[in-house]
T-cell receptor
Framework: AQSVSQHNHHVILSEAASLELGCNYSYGGTVNLFWYVQYPGQHLQLLLKYFSGDPLVKGIKGFEAEFIKSKFSFNLRKPSVQWSDTAEYFCAVNGRRALTFGSGTRLQVQP | ETGVTQTPRHLVMGMTNKKSLKCEQHLGHNAMYWYKQSAKKPLELMFVYNFKEQTENNSVPSRFSPECPNSSHLFLHLHTLQPEDSALYLC?????????????????FGEGSWLTVV
């Protein structure tokens, strides 16, 4: 079965702090991995994606994620968060089935 | 503007009502999806259509009935829903069906339809 686990449900950071959100997936075959972001009152937007090649993927707004195949992980990082990064972040994977999402991490950045 | 438009944005319905949610995509995609987003739960895939054919039904109760008349339009017909069905229903599309491990196939989401069942 294909599943995604996000360990942090709610994260509170101060501006300029570094961010790392955990994501682990379970699927034995080839996978594509995604991070989506949902700002308050807005639709889900693609932040970054990994299909193949360099396991360190850079996305929009200074976010990056690293695919570690041996750990089945795809953690999201940002060196210095801003208040405008306050949102909910979803990790997603698709292998054999259509896109499967984790439960999401709510990030709150305090000024 | 994502290229995926959902109507209505908000819907309140009684348990005995029949209503429909509509989704239209302007991206030339061939696959369309319905997802359910409830509080404190992961996004749940409900249905997948690829080239107008339903390819996945994720054990969704029959009170939810999808319809895909063409690759650009997707409906979700609602009948005798329960209060626990209240959620945000998201439509999405992609070039073709995700899940084959293919590269370059990204899903784009609409803004969702907030459904409240009373």
């Amino acid at each position: 079965a294909q599943s995604v686990s996000q360990h942090n449900h709610h994260v509170i950071l101060s501006e300029a702090a570094s961010l790392e959100l955990g994501c682990n997936y379970s699927y034995g075959g080839t996978v594509n991995l995604f991070w989506y972001v949902q700002y308050p009152g807005q639709h889900l937007q693609l932040l970054l994606k990994y299909f193949s090649g360099d396991p360190l993927v850079k996305g929009i707004k200074g976010f990056e994620a690293e695919f570690i195949k041996s750990k089945f992980s795809f953690n999201l990082r940002k060196p210095s968060v801003q208040w405008s990064d306050t949102a909910e972040y979803f990790c997603a994977v698709n292998g054999r089935r259509a896109l499967t999402f984790g439960s999401g991490t709510r990030l709150q950045v305090q000024p | 503007e994502t290229g995926v438009t959902q109507t209505p944005r908000h819907l309140v319905m009684g348990m005995t009502n029949k209503k429909s949610l509509k989704c239209e995509q302007h991206l030339g995609h061939n696959a369309m999806y319905w997802y359910k987003q409830s509080a404190k739960k992961p996004l749940e895939l409900m249905f997948v259509y690829n080239f107008k054919e339903q390819t996945e039904n994720n054990s969704v109760p029959s009170r939810f009935s999808p319809e895909c008349p063409n690759s650009s339009h997707l409906f979700l017909h609602l009948h005798t829903l329960q209060p626990e069905d209240s959620a945000l229903y998201l439509c999405a599309s992609s070039q073709d069906r995700e899940g084959s491990g293919r590269s370059g196939n990204t899903i784009y989401f609409g803004e969702g339809s907030w459904l409240t069942v009373v």
